[in-house]
């Protein structure tokens, strides 16, 4: 491997390790590493499909639903953007109840 190719593996694997919020078991930059990182954005993104998800299902219903406000969307998200699916779910579950009793 060259001088060249070893910067750019490195400015990689800065890149690859920056939006990665919580800690990992595994030592950054290495292919456990990597696939622990892609497992996290996968979850993610299964996240946000189900929150939408979620919204398409009230919205299908035959009673009128009130929905979340902006702000409370993008608390949910930042909730299970941050890791914590669980207690995001459990949030749009909690003021959904709350809303449409």
Not at 4 to 17: G, H, I, Q, S, T
Not at 22 to 37: H, L
Not at 63 to 76: S, Y
């Given at each position: 491997?060259?001088?060249?190719?070893?910067?750019?593996?490195?400015?990689?694997?800065?890149?690859?390790?920056?939006?990665?919020?919580?800690?990992?078991?595994?030592?950054?930059?290495?292919?456990?590493?990597?696939?622990?990182?892609?497992?996290?954005?996968?979850?993610?993104?299964?996240?946000?499909?189900?929150?939408?998800?979620?919204?398409?299902e009230?919205?299908?219903?035959?009673?009128?639903?009130?929905?979340?406000?902006?702000?409370?969307?993008?608390?949910?998200?930042?909730?299970?953007?941050?890791?914590?699916?669980?207690?995001?779910?459990?949030?749009?579950?909690?003021?959904?109840?709350e809303?449409?009793?």
């Open positions: 491997m060259t001088h060249d190719e070893v910067v750019d593996m490195k400015d990689f694997n800065e890149w690859w390790d920056s939006d990665i919020i919580r800690s990992s078991p595994f030592r950054r930059g290495s292919p456990k590493y990597w696939a622990w990182a892609a497992w996290q954005a996968a979850l993610r993104e299964q996240a946000m499909i189900e929150v939408q998800r979620l919204g398409q009230i919205e299908a219903t035959q009673r009128t639903w009130t929905t979340l406000t902006d702000e409370e969307f993008l608390k949910a998200c930042q909730l299970a953007e941050d890791g914590n699916y669980l207690v995001a779910f459990q949030r749009i579950q909690q003021w959904l109840k809303k449409n009793k």
